[in-house]
């Protein structure tokens, strides 16, 4: 596991880096629209427009912001615009890409954070009941050192009071009711132990259903979000072979 989190750690700090720098991906806008300045992140909406562009008029990508945000340079001005009004070619989808695994990687490595401290937090529980234990252990044991030192004594002021066989039928009797408290307090032990087994084993049986859970939902998420990509690439694909043919016509 510590091998796996230091491989996940060191590409988050490379992608981290890379995403550091803009990009710099030349394209054109696929529709005409407006370029905003602010993204009211709550509601995923651009406000305030500071231009105006028009079909197939050139611009750059400098980064991609998360879902469909794309920060450009158009003319003079540094906006914001939607996917939909950019024509999305290879470099732009694998800077979309880049920041889905980005993101994933900050996701699996906060994910190890919370489970080490999890982990940290059973382990000083566990060191912390030990000590508890090992208290009253020590406790009892002094506890029956004397009781056994009393009864003792008591043996031996009795011994001249006593049968031979009253004294070692006493001595029977004791030893017995040791065992029986030895093996109950043994068979507690043990039954407490294995309640304590399987309630770790339901909560890891929990954790991996939920982690599995939000696994599959992310990649059916960038599943859909691929196939709209695509679909979007196509048609921008398309415009511009349609754009193509036109300009050939008013040409001839």
Same mark, same amino acid.
């Given at each position: 596991?510590?091998?796996?989190?230091?491989?996940?750690?060191?590409?988050?700090?490379?992608?981290?880096?890379?995403?550091?720098?803009?990009? +710099?991906?030349?394209?054109?806008?696929?529709?005409?629209?407006?370029?905003?300045? +602010?993204?009211?992140?709550?509601? +995923? *909406?651009?406000?305030?427009?500071?231009?105006?562009? =028009?079909? +197939?008029?050139?611009?750059? @990508?400098?980064?991609?912001?998360?879902?469909?945000?794309? =920060?450009?340079?158009?003319?003079?001005? @540094?906006?914001? @615009?939607?996917?939909?009004? %950019?024509?999305?070619?290879?470099?732009?989808?694998?800077?979309?890409?880049?920041?889905?695994?980005?993101?994933? %990687?900050?996701?699996?490595?906060?994910?190890?954070?919370?489970?080490?401290?999890? $982990?940290?937090?059973?382990?000083? *529980?566990?060191?912390?009941?030990?000590?508890? /234990?090992?208290?009253?252990?020590?406790?009892?044991?002094?506890?029956?050192?004397? =009781?056994?030192?009393?009864? /003792?004594?008591?043996?031996?002021?009795?011994?001249?009071?006593?049968? *031979?066989?009253?004294?070692?039928?006493?001595?029977? $009797?004791?030893?017995?009711?040791?065992?029986?408290?030895? /093996?109950? *307090? $043994?068979?507690?032990?043990? /039954?407490?132990?294995?309640?304590?087994?399987?309630?770790?084993?339901?909560?890891?049986?929990?954790?991996?259903?939920?982690? $599995?859970?939000?696994?599959?939902?992310?990649?059916?998420?960038?599943?859909?979000?691929?196939?709209?990509?695509?679909?979007?690439?196509?048609?921008?694909?398309?415009?511009?072979?349609?754009?193509?043919?036109?300009?050939?016509?008013?040409?001839?």
């Amino acid at each position: 596991m510590a091998k796996y989190f230091c491989f996940y750690l060191l590409t988050f700090n490379l992608l981290s880096s890379l995403f550091a720098q803009d990009a +710099n991906i030349p394209t054109q806008f696929s529709q005409g629209g407006s370029l905003y300045k +602010n993204l009211n992140k709550s509601i +995923n *909406e651009l406000t305030q427009p500071i231009a105006q562009f =028009k079909e +197939n008029e050139a611009c750059t @990508v400098i980064a991609f912001l998360g879902k469909d945000n794309y =920060k450009i340079k158009y003319k003079e001005w @540094v906006g914001l @615009v939607k996917d939909s009004d %950019l024509l999305i070619n290879d470099d732009i989808t694998d800077l979309y890409y880049a920041f889905q695994k980005n993101a994933r %990687l900050k996701a699996i490595q906060e994910r190890e954070n919370r489970q080490k401290i999890y $982990q940290d937090r059973i382990r000083q *529980e566990a060191e912390r009941k030990a000590r508890i /234990e090992r208290r009253r252990l020590d406790s009892i044991a002094k506890i029956e050192a004397e =009781k056994k030192a009393r009864i /003792e004594q008591r043996r031996q002021d009795s011994i001249a009071k006593i049968e *031979e066989a009253k004294r070692l039928a006493l001595i029977r $009797q004791q030893r017995l009711d040791s065992i029986a408290k030895a /093996e109950a *307090e $043994q068979k507690a032990r043990i /039954e407490l132990r294995r309640r304590d087994s399987i309630a770790k084993a339901e909560q890891a049986k929990r954790l991996a259903l939920i982690r $599995q859970q939000r696994l599959d939902s992310i990649a059916k998420a960038e599943a859909e979000q691929k196939a709209r990509i695509e679909l979007r690439r196509r048609d921008s694909i398309a415009k511009a072979e349609q754009a193509k043919r036109l300009a050939l016509i008013r040409q001839q």
